[in-house]
């Protein structure tokens, strides 16, 4: 009896000391259980549904802004008209020429920017990652800058390819760099080597243009990133690739959930790792790639928008690209308009006000350290 006592005690002590495993099955459980990561603003499917309803609208109010604002005054009763019964005259002709592919084209590069940025965030769990900031814009203005002075290329259809060649082969390198050494590529060795990386190309880049000032005149405005001289031929030649890249950042949205939570742990669920980092990349390369082509360098977009959306909607990524989708074309046509007012007569580029904002963002968030819980 004593020994059958003495097992029956040690028994209840294991079980007290033993902590119940339960399967993994999203990086939203994961954290809740330990504690470690917030929920965000909308905890249930249908607060972040409603949330996305309301920021839906508000991309529509801001278009119809980026449409009414210029720096011809045109009234707003104008403005509808030439968008539901054009007739022809000057004001009509400004709003459906000029001011209506320039909001597209910021819609769509708006769209691709904040993409890519929530894409490179997931994958390297690095909350200062940007598409500007790790050197993948540069990459981009750079080999675009090579065939115009080398080759000539003066034609978006000609720019697009060489800034995606440009985007992959700097995507690539600053990660080699950045996983150069003992242990893996961390969130401060990637921000590092990108930056360098950056300021390195963009470099050569001005030195081309001062070696051929007059062959570069015609890329004043776009090495800026701009808005300025928007065309639709920009828009029908990137608007394919940044569809293809929009959906396969859709397709990986749940294997990133599993690779969050460690590439042993998303293995064990059935996630392929090197499958996954491989659809991101060349979704980050189609996104930031066509984007570029079509509006120059502009920064960062992907790094702000990501923090916002995750501060929402938690660390889901199915609904931080859900949220990114919407909020960076807000986000990048808000800058435009400030830009076309803050300067009458003339516009500040747009890269230029993205720019005025997002640097102090990137302050903030690098004293914050664990920004927004990656």
Do not use: K
């Not at 320039?102 to 920017?113: E, I, K, Q, Y």
């Not at 808005?227 to 293809?244: C, E, G, I, K, Y």
């Amino acid at each position: 009896m004593g020994l059958r006592a003495r097992w029956r005690g040690s028994d209840r002590r294991s079980r007290g000391n033993t902590r119940e495993v339960r399967p993994v099955t999203s990086l939203a459980a994961a954290r809740r259980d330990d504690g470690t990561r917030p929920s965000g603003l909308a905890e249930s499917n249908g607060r972040r549904f409603a949330l996305l309803i309301v920021v839906i609208v508000a991309l529509a109010l801001v278009c119809l802004t980026s449409i009414a604002v210029g720096s011809r005054n045109i009234p707003f009763p104008t403005v509808l008209e030439a968008l539901f019964s054009y007739a022809g005259s000057d004001d009509h002709a400004i709003i459906m020429t000029l001011r209506v592919p320039r909001t597209l084209l910021g819609l769509s590069v708006g769209a691709a920017l904040g993409l890519s940025g929530a894409l490179i965030q997931a994958l390297t769990r690095n909350p200062l990652a940007d598409p500007g900031i790790l050197g993948v814009n540069a990459g981009a203005t750079f080999a675009v800058s090579l065939g115009v002075g080398i080759f000539g290329i003066a034609t978006i259809q000609s720019y697009i390819w060489f800034a995606f060649a440009g985007a992959l082969g700097a995507t690539v390198l600053v990660y080699a760099i950045g996983s150069v050494g003992r242990g893996a590529a961390t969130p401060a060795r990637l921000t590092l080597s990108g930056i360098a990386i950056g300021a390195v190309l963009t470099g050569i880049s001005s030195g081309f243009a001062i070696l051929d000032p007059a062959t570069f005149d015609r890329m004043r405005f776009w090495a800026a990133g701009s808005l300025v001289t928007p065309r639709l031929d920009n828009l029908t030649v990137s608007l394919p690739f940044m569809l293809a890249g929009g959906l396969l950042a859709l397709l990986v949205a749940r294997p990133l959930n599993a690779i969050a939570l460690g590439d042993d742990l998303a293995a064990s669920l059935g996630t392929s790792i090197l499958r996954t980092r491989a659809i991101v990349v060349v979704a980050v390369t189609l996104l930031a790639g066509s984007a570029t082509a079509a509006a120059g360098p502009i920064t960062f977009v992907g790094l702000m928008i990501s923090h916002v959306a995750r501060w929402i909607v938690g660390p889901d990524q199915r609904w931080i690209i859900l949220f990114t989708l919407v909020l960076a074309p807000i986000l990048l046509l808000c800058a435009d308009i400030v830009g076309r007012v803050v300067m009458p007569p003339g516009e500040l580029q747009v890269g230029i006000v993205t720019a005025f904002i997002g640097a102090p963002v990137l302050i903030i968030l690098a004293r914050r350290g664990g920004a927004s819980g990656l």
